[in-house]
T-cell receptor, first 114, second 116 residues
């Protein structure tokens, strides 16, 4: 089944404890992206990747890191999480970065930073 | 700068009625794509419909259609014969070809509630 997977689905952590949210897709998609969703703000793009070893900042990259060493994986790293990073996080992928390509989303990761 | 505006935070509609969810956008890019997603209470993001900026006809997918008015920069989602299962958050999104190097922006969403 074609899908985007994220792990963990739920995470409670404390301020300053490094964490990684994994994202993997099995569709051989070139483009991958991370979003955070907060009430009243919709989804905001954190980072995106056009292909392996090619990443760029979205609209809210502060406090996050990403890497794209393999085509299928795009982990999101929070080096020192803070309470304002409490959010619902989505990973998404599309075949390419062209404007007509539909993105497919993972199931989401709910993060609570205490 | 690219921007998506959804002016209806919430809507209530009677079952079986048609509903229109508003979306306006702002871009200087001549080529772009517009998308609608549905987010039920379970949280997943479900792709509904796509409209390309050069498409001559409005997109349709089953009960979903997109009322695309390019000159007015609007891309409203129309759901015909609404069902209880249509109750969800709906997001409009835009993807530009050139200006923003494949960044994608979303509107703030509209929460649709269908009354039986």
């Amino acid at each position: 089944e074609a899908q985007v997977t994220q792990n963990p689905r739920y995470l409670i952590t404390v301020t300053g404890k490094k964490l990684t949210v994994t994202c993997s897709q099995n569709m051989n998609h070139e483009y991958m992206s991370w979003y955070r969703q907060d009430p009243g703000l919709g989804l905001r793009q954190i980072y995106y990747s056009m292909n392996v070893e090619v990443t760029d900042k979205g609209d809210v990259p502060e406090g996050y890191k990403v890497s794209r060493k393999e085509k299928r994986n795009f982990p999101l790293i929070l080096e020192s999480p803070s309470p304002n990073q409490t959010s619902l996080y989505f990973c998404a992928s599309s075949r390419t970065g062209f404007e007509q390509e539909t993105q497919y989303f993972g199931p989401g990761t709910r993060l609570l930073v205490l | 700068a690219q921007k998506i505006t959804q002016t209806q935070p919430g809507m209530f509609v009677q079952e079986k009625e048609a509903v229109t969810l508003d979306c306006t956008y702002d871009t200087s890019d001549p080529s772009y794509g517009l998308f609608w997603y549905k987010q039920p209470s379970s949280g997943e993001m479900i792709f509904l419909i796509y409209q390309g900026s050069y498409d001559q006809q409005n997109a349709t997918e089953g009960r979903y259609s997109l009322n695309f008015q390019k000159a007015r920069k609007s891309a409203n989602l129309v759901i015909s014969a609404s069902q209880l299962g249509d109750s969800a958050m709906y997001f409009c999104a835009m993807r530009e070809a050139y200006s923003s190097a494949s960044k994608i922006i979303f509107g703030s969403g509209t929460r649709l509630s269908i009354r039986p």
